[in-house]
């Protein structure tokens, strides 16, 4: 659980915020917390950092659905013809096969980038030297060389395309609900899909439509609360990152103070909970397969704020237990919620 070391096999791990496989390319830091060795081939998750103009050439991807999260600074998106201006806690899902790009415009911009499919943890090992550092480089090249591209293009899922940037192109008009299907689009930070149960206030980044069913997305913003009942799942696996705040995190019998930056993996199997601690906490949960998804929509309402109210809404747990025979989720313990009242 602890050591910051990738596993290697499918099981529980944490990794601190800026642990993990670092590597170093046209100036931009990868950093790669979960590769398909580490969870069953289920997910990877890469944190990208950069200075302004490092970039990303025009690109696709045959069999990689891949979704990026901006962390910090301001990210020029190119996708599909198109360009976005992205900014902190904006999302944009890049199905398999779109061409896309990016170069960041700010002195540091940070990314969180995650994919299934085949392997773009092996494309940045590919396109980069393993680094000491935990940030980007404070100077280098922002220019990929041939070399490394080839060697990528060669052995890898992606495919770089004629046009490197995108020097103008029509504006991608950033969207507040997910579409319905497999599609490439942006999210503005703190639309989405938004639900509540009790203080916690859950929106769909991607739902299953989005992604053939791959994985879900959805961010969690919340005050103190009690802890979750603890539980596992049989058939997914969850991955847990704090952009804000603080958690505690229990998994595998472990207690683990969680906070901005850090990355759980909880594979099928792991009895695991959590609960918010700060006055206002934001995580983002990725489950792989997206299975999962009506357990938010039986356990919250539809809800029109940004923010979770001063006064709890209904928490209906009481739905999960009548529908549990439906859903990948084993309580473990006793399943009875707190108190609405107390939430
Ligand atoms: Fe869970």
Not at 88 to 95: K, M, T, V
Not at 139 to 150: D, L, M, P, Y
Not at 246 to 256: C, F, L, P, S, Y
Not at 306 to 328: A, H, K, N, T
Request: charged share 20%; with cysteine.
């Amino acid at each position: 659980m602890t050591g910051n070391e990738l596993p290697g096999v499918k099981r529980s791990y944490l990794i601190r915020a800026g642990e993990g496989q670092r590597l170093t390319f046209g100036g931009e830091l990868a950093t790669v917390v979960a590769r398909n060795e580490d969870t069953g081939g289920l997910l990877e998750v890469i944190f990208l950092s950069g200075g302004k103009g490092a970039t990303f050439p025009l690109h696709r991807h045959k069999a990689s659905h891949e979704s990026l999260y901006v962390l910090d600074g301001q990210l020029e998106l190119w996708i599909d013809g198109k360009r976005a201006l992205l900014s902190r806690n904006d999302y944009a899902n890049i199905p398999a096969g779109v061409i896309h790009g990016y170069q960041m415009q700010s002195h540091r911009t940070q990314v969180l980038s995650w994919s299934v499919g085949s392997s773009l943890a092996q494309m940045y090992s590919l396109l980069g030297e393993p680094y000491p550092g935990h940030v980007h480089p404070e100077s280098g090249s922002s220019e990929i060389a041939a070399a490394f591209f080839g060697k990528a293009q060669a052995n890898s899922d992606v495919e770089f395309v004629s046009e490197t940037i995108y020097s103008s192109a029509q504006t991608l008009s950033p969207v507040a609900m997910p579409p319905k299907g497999v599609e490439a689009y942006v999210i503005e930070a703190g639309e989405g899909e938004r639900m509540i149960a009790g203080s916690d206030l859950f929106a769909f980044l991607a739902h299953q439509g989005n992604t053939s069913g791959q994985f879900i997305s959805v961010t969690t913003l919340g005050p103190p609360g009690d802890r979750i009942p603890d539980h596992f799942h049989e058939k997914h696996t969850e991955t847990f990152f704090c952009f804000e705040g603080k958690m505690t995190m229990w998994a595998d019998g472990k207690e683990i103070s969680f906070l901005p930056g850090d990355f759980l993996h909880v594979p099928a199997g792991t009895v695991h909970s959590y609960r918010i601690d700060a006055p206002f906490t934001r995580f983002m949960g990725v489950l792989a397969p997206g299975l999962f998804e009506p357990f938010f929509r039986i356990m919250c309402d539809p809800y029109d704020g940004y923010i979770f109210p001063l006064e709890p809404r209904p928490f209906r747990f009481d739905r999960v237990m009548q529908r549990l025979g439906e859903l990948d989720l084993k309580l473990v313990g006793d399943p009875r919620p707190a108190p609405a009242t107390q939430r």
